[in-house]
């Protein structure tokens, strides 16, 4: 089944211990992207990448990290996580550049930093 | 601010009855794609128009796109409880293949 996984669903954490959500997708995208989502602020982007080793900035970057080393994997990382990184993430995938293409999101993440 | 606003936030309908959400942005497109989410879980593309298009129907679906007024609405006929859920647009600005930018949604919930 071709399908977006986020991993983990939930995570509780305290501020300053790095983490690492997971990101994989099984049908050869080239397109990724990380979003934030908090309530009554839709949808921000973090980081994209447009294909392997190619990563750039979103409207929100600051404290986060990504990294493409295969294809299939888009992980996100917060080196030092602070309580304003409370949020729902969410991992996508295109085929190519996503404007003229859909994107195919994951089932996201929960992330409390306490 | 968000280059994708939805109007209204809210909207709250009975069974039957048409839904109409607005989006609006800021800079010149090459596509606009509307989403939809059931609480809390991953978006699902509904539909995508470009910018050389007027209209596009999908279903009980269908989006108007007017590049002229930075403005597409997205219409839902004879709506369904099962269509409650946020509608979100979204908008690739042409001049960056990569970034994309969500509007804040508009909340639609119909009544059975």
């Known amino acids: 089944e071709a399908q977006v996984t986020q991993n983990p669903r939930y995570l509780i954490t305290v501020t300053g211990k790095k983490l690492t959500v997971t990101c994989s997708q099984n049908m050869n995208h080239e397109y990724m992207s990380w979003y934030r989502q908090d309530p009554g602020l839709g949808l921000r982007q973090i980081y994209y990448?447009?294909?392997?080793?190619?990563?750039d900035k979103g409207d929100v970057p600051e404290g986060y990290k990504v990294s493409r080393k295969e294809k299939r994997n888009f992980p996100l990382i917060l080196e030092s996580p602070s309580p304003n990184q409370t949020s729902l993430y969410f991992c996508?995938?295109?085929?190519?550049?996503?404007?003229?293409?859909?994107?195919?999101f994951g089932s996201g993440t929960q992330l409390s930093v306490l | 601010s968000q280059q994708g606003e939805e109007d209204p936030q809210a909207l709250s309908i009975q069974e039957g009855e048409n839904a109409t959400m607005n989006c609006s942005y800021k800079t010149s497109i090459n596509n606009l794609q509307w989403y939809r989410q059931n609480s809390g879980r991953g978006l699902v593309h509904l539909i995508l128009?470009?910018?050389?298009?007027r209209e596009k129907h999908s279903g009980r679906l269908r989006v108007t796109l007017d590049t002229s007024k930075k403005s597409s609405s997205l219409l839902i006929t004879a709506s369904r409880a099962a269509d409650t859920a946020s509608y979100f647009c979204a908008t690739d600005a042409n001049t960056n293949a990569g970034k994309s930018t969500f509007g804040d949604g508009t909340t639609l919930t119909v009544k059975p």
């Open positions: 990448s447009m294909n392997v080793e190619v990563t």
């Open positions: 996508a995938s295109s085929v190519r550049n996503w404007g003229g293409e859909k994107l195919f």
């Open positions: 128009i470009r910018s050389n298009e």
